[in-house]
């Protein structure tokens, strides 16, 4: 059974930084494509950024760029995203989510983790 478990999230104050992880198990981590996401009440998700199995990062979402770092480990099964400089609007329920093409959709999400970021 596949699980995405993440963890990490908190209240912090604007300016503070929280680093979310996200295990994997019951799936050959190594050869997925992972990606992070966020939604916000009465917003849709977004995709926040996304990290190839070799490391490569192929987006990060332009509200995010140059204060949020995703990185993985895959002897860990497990992939971060560093979140610095937060911002009120960073407020969310952050997700991880796994897929091993860009020709398929994410095919297993985590239940989130909230980030709430205060004024």
């Known amino acids: 059974q596949v699980q995405l478990v993440e963890s990490g999230g908190g209240l912090v104050q604007a300016g503070g930084s929280l680093r979310l992880s996200c295990v994997a198990s019951g799936l050959p981590f190594a050869t997925y494509t992972m990606g992070w996401f966020r939604q916000a009440p009465g917003k849709e998700r977004e995709l926040v950024g996304r990290i190839l199995r070799s490391g490569a990062i192929t987006y990060v979402a332009n509200s995010v760029q140059g204060r949020f770092t995703i990185s993985r480990d895959n002897a860990k099964n497990t992939v971060y995203l560093q979140m610095n400089n937060l911002l009120p609007e960073d407020t969310a329920n952050y997700y991880c989510?796994?897929?091993?093409?860009?020709?398929?959709?994410?095919?297993?999400w985590g239940q989130g983790t909230q980030v709430t970021v205060s004024s």
């Open positions: 989510a796994a897929r091993l093409s860009p020709a398929q959709t994410y095919a297993y």
